[in-house]
């Protein structure tokens, strides 16, 4: 595994050996994870929310499962970060192929597909592109995939967000063709993975598509993240910041990885720490820089969290209640679907929070972050305060069906516990509020 961050023309590149990995670990966390105690919560947030650091607990001990399956960590080939990425773009695209296919939607295309288009072809590689039709659909993935067949391309290229991102990995494994990732936004940790969420062509979640491999390749350019819309980087700290609590309940359950192929290592719970950790630290100060459209430290620090930290974070640490409850808002339609991945998810976290009996130090504290961030914590902001009983069901049991990642979580929930949940993380966040505005 190779990580590669670079500064304009400057690269520093390394190899992560075991010895280095081992090092890690014990900077981010050996003794702790050996010691298999509660994980670090993250760098103190009280300079920025006055919240109380919650203290440390060990719940569901008795419920914890006996499986003893393989361990396993996985990642892409090679990460790149750096500013200005899309103009040195053919070194790195170069050693997988030579006449790639640019799939993005339209309006990525006018902001960065017809610049990466033109740097690839300015480097000799012959670049053509296929415009996204906008949903992860097995429909859309079989149109492209014949379009590749038919052009003879040799590498596929997803640039855009979390969808067109899926769509690509999917087209390459039907094509058996490596595939680049180029996010143009820090909005999801989907870049590193090597899953795709698959939609209905209505945009109704269908099921997860796993691969043999990650990315070949997954390149962020920190100047087109700068210069992305602020919420998507919000939203992205909303999916970054589930990642360490999902992976967190996986380690108490003894859970399997969200492919259900194996258990996750230390090294996913520790990078899952981390990517919290970063954000509780740089989330704000980034976010202001956004705004701005600064290519500062802090920037470059939440786009490897968004990205990277957390997408090696939820794959190798696993997916839990959070996630779980995402999928099951598409069982409704209306406003909530004008709602972003990461909002949806930070409402979600709460939910989380709530099945497990997080007491109220806990739950101010990661309730509170994403208010103060922006990101939605009550029925209202995510367009559900008039959902009724019954849509809470439908919510709730789409949650709990087979193959979702609620089985995951420490004991068996039902869909009248996740009902009961989503109240009370409605109700827990507007008490919040209204205490912080004392």
Not at 151 to 172: C, H
Request: hydrophobic content about 40%; charged content about 25%; proline content about 3%.
């Amino acid at each position: 595994m190779e990580f590669i961050f670079s500064k304009s023309n400057k690269a520093c590149a390394a190899q992560l050996t075991s010895k280095d990995l081992r090092y890690l670990l014990g900077k981010i966390g050996g003794e702790r994870l050996a010691a298999r105690t509660e994980p670090s919560v993250g760098w103190a947030v009280e300079n920025r929310t006055s919240l109380p650091r919650a203290p440390v607990h060990r719940r569901w001990e008795k419920e914890v499962t006996t499986d003893m399956s393989d361990q396993m960590f996985t990642s892409p080939s090679r990460y790149v970060q750096g500013i200005d990425l899309l103009e040195r773009a053919a070194q790195y695209v170069r050693p997988l192929g030579s006449t790639p296919l640019i799939i993005a939607d339209e309006i990525v295309w006018d902001i960065a597909g017809a610049r990466l288009q033109e740097s690839l072809r300015g480097d000799e590689l012959q670049a053509t592109k296929e415009i996204f039709g906008g949903e992860a659909s097995m429909n859309e993935i079989k149109r492209i995939a014949e379009k590749v067949e038919e052009a003879g391309n040799d590498v596929i290229i997803g640039l855009g967000g979390g969808k067109t991102i899926d769509t690509a990995r999917a087209v390459a494994d039907h094509a058996k063709l490596p595939v680049a990732i180029f996010p143009t936004a820090v909005s999801a940790d989907a870049p590193t993975a090597r899953v795709s969420v698959i939609y209905t062509d209505e945009g109704v979640f269908d099921s997860y598509l796993f691969y043999e491999k990650n990315p070949e390749l997954v390149a962020v350019d920190t100047r087109v993240i700068a210069n992305a819309p602020v919420r998507t980087m919000r939203s992205g700290i909303g999916d970054a910041l589930a990642t360490c609590v999902e992976a967190r309940a996986v380690n108490r359950a003894n859970s399997r990885r969200m492919d259900d192929t194996a258990r996750p290592t230390l090294a996913g719970l520790a990078l899952a720490e981390m990517c919290e950790e970063t954000l509780f630290a740089y989330a704000h100060q980034a976010l202001r820089d956004n705004e701005a459209h600064i290519v500062s430290r802090a920037l470059e620090n939440i786009c490897e969290a968004n990205t990277l930290l957390s997408g090696l974070g939820f794959e190798n640490g696993g997916l839990a209640a959070v996630h779980a409850i995402h999928n099951g808002f598409t069982a409704l339609d209306g406003d909530i679907h004008h709602m972003t991945h990461g909002e949806k998810v930070a409402f979600g976290i709460a939910v989380q929070l709530m099945l497990e009996g997080a007491d109220e130090a806990e739950a101010d504290r990661y309730i509170g972050f994403m208010q103060s961030v922006g990101l939605p914590t009550t029925l209202e902001e995510i367009h559900l305060q008039d959902a009724s009983e019954e849509d809470l069901r439908r919510i709730a049991e789409l949650a709990c069906s087979e193959g979702e990642t609620m089985k995951q979580m420490p004991g068996e929930i039902t869909p009248t516990d996740v009902v009961e949940a989503i109240k009370a993380a409605d109700l827990y966040a507007r008490g919040l509020q209204e205490r912080l505005a004392k």
